[in-house]
Nanobody, 116 residues
C-alpha cells in the first residue's frame, strides 16, 4: 500500500525559507522519479520540482533558482528546500511519483502559507 507523508509546511513571511519532507513507503522509491506538486485554492495541481532516480532535477521557471529538490534513497525520503518564498507560493504541497501510471493515492499534503 502506497503511503506518502508530507511535513514541514507552515506560515512564513515573504522572503523566508521552509524545508519540506516526504516519507514514502509501499513504492519502489529508489528506482523512480519523484516530484513535489502544489495546489492553490481554485487552481489545478502543478508540478514544482522533480528528481530522477539518479538525481537529475527539473523545475518550472516560477520556482527555478529558489526551490531545490533532493532525495535520500536510504530513507525513502524526498525533500524540497524553498527559499525566497513569495505570496504566490502559498498552496498545499504534495509529493508523489512522476509517472502517473504508478501513482497510488495522494497524501494529505502540507500547507505552506506565505504572508506578504
Amino acid at each position: 500500500q502506497v503511503q506518502l507523508v508530507e511535513s514541514g509546511g507552515g506560515l512564513v513571511q515573504a522572503g523566508g525559507s521552509l524545508r519540506l519532507s516526504c516519507a514514502a513507503s509501499g513504492i519502489s522509491f529508489t528506482n523512480n522519479a519523484m516530484g513535489w506538486f502544489r495546489q492553490a485554492p481554485g487552481k489545478q495541481r502543478q508540478l514544482v520540482a522533480s528528481i530522477t532516480s539518479r538525481g537529475y532535477t527539473t523545475y518550472p521557471d516560477s520556482v527555478k533558482g529558489r526551490f531545490t529538490i533532493s532525495r535520500d534513497n536510504a530513507k525513502n525520503t524526498v525533500y524540497l528546500q524553498m527559499n525566497s518564498l513569495k505570496s504566490e507560493d502559498t498552496a498545499v504541497y504534495y509529493c508523489n511519483l512522476i509517472l502517473a501510471s504508478l501513482r497510488g493515492s495522494w497524501g494529505q499534503g502540507t500547507q505552506v502559507t506565505v504572508s506578504s
